[in-house]
């Protein structure tokens, strides 16, 4: 999962519940400083286990370059309420919620939204991006990022590994689970920064706050998910596919691959694994503002 490097909320930025036609959705939305001119709007869209949080370093930076930038809690993720039903996070169902926020965040000025997704984020965002292109009317989006995102189901060691995170789930209690994966993630947080602190609790607290219902569907989809990237390429939307230097989930060749199908612009951020966003955040922002730049109207 992503751990953020810090959780203090930049200044220019607040948390808040975002009321859009699909019910209610945690946020935090950061502005661009007094005297930057506003280049658009980007909404990013956490991935598996992941939260609004997860983008807090990218607030600032992506701000400061003019972007008003909002991270949003997905239905049944962290502060977003959901039920416990498993066919509400189908991968329409959140699709239909991204398609809603980016409504929600509309401005009367009508400046460009740059949509993100990371990982699990990356498969709903696409998801949004096919069924809004389905439908034939223009697409409300600038851009479409994937960040450490594929082109169908994650390699076959983490597909065993999410396989038994969901039998899991589906028979233990978010607690016990919990209790689980730290003792088997024990040898990796040895050591480390983010070992305990705030921030494991954060964790914690994310983890208890989450309905278990939508980590069992969302772990299928990543077990379970389709190339669908011949759909997407026929889609005309500037795209970007980013990642780190290392990733466990889809290999860098997977993607250095899919970017090349969908004719997208590609980076790698030096020093970075699945979690750029959170790993090597100033570059990240960099390579997010300049393709946004390039993106935009008139561009």
Known sequence: MSRPPFLTLPE?????????????????DALPP??????????????????????????????????????????????????????????????????????ALATAA?????????SMGGLVVRAAVLAAHDEGAALPWASLTLMSSGPAAIEAAQQARTKLLVEALSAMDMESVWH????LDAEDLEGTANAA??????????????????????????????????????????????SGAVDYAWPVPWLDAMAERLGARRVVVEG????????????????????????????
């Open 197 to 242: 602190g705030p921030v494991e609790e954060f964790l914690h607290r994310r983890w208890l706050a989450t309905v278990p219902e939508q980590l069992i569907v969302t772990g299928r989809q990543l077990i379970d998910e389709p190339d669908r990237v011949a759909e997407l390429a026929a889609v005309p939307l500037p795209k970007l596919v980013l």
């Open 110 to 118: 009508g400046e460009p939204v740059h949509l993100l997704g990371h």
């Open 272 to 299: 970075a694994e699945h979690s750029p966003n959170a790993e090597r955040p100033a570059p990240t922002a960099r390579a997010l503002a300049d393709f946004w730049d390039g993106a935009g109207p008139g561009a």
């Open 34 to 103: 007094a005297g930057t001119p506003r280049r658009g709007t980007a909404l990013l869209v956490p991935g598996f286990t992941g939260s609004k949080e997860d983008f807090l370093a990218l607030l600032e930076p992506l701000a400061a370059a003019g972007y008003r930038t909002v991270a949003v809690d997905g239905r049944g993720q962290h502060q977003s309420p959901g039920p416990r039903d498993e066919a509400a996070y189908a991968q329409g169902e959140l699709a239909a919620d991204v398609v809603a926020q980016t409504a």
């Open 180 to 183: 689980a994966m730290r003792e």
């Open 12 to 28: 220019n930025a607040t948390a808040y519940p975002l009321e859009t036609a699909r019910g209610v959705f945690a946020v935090l």
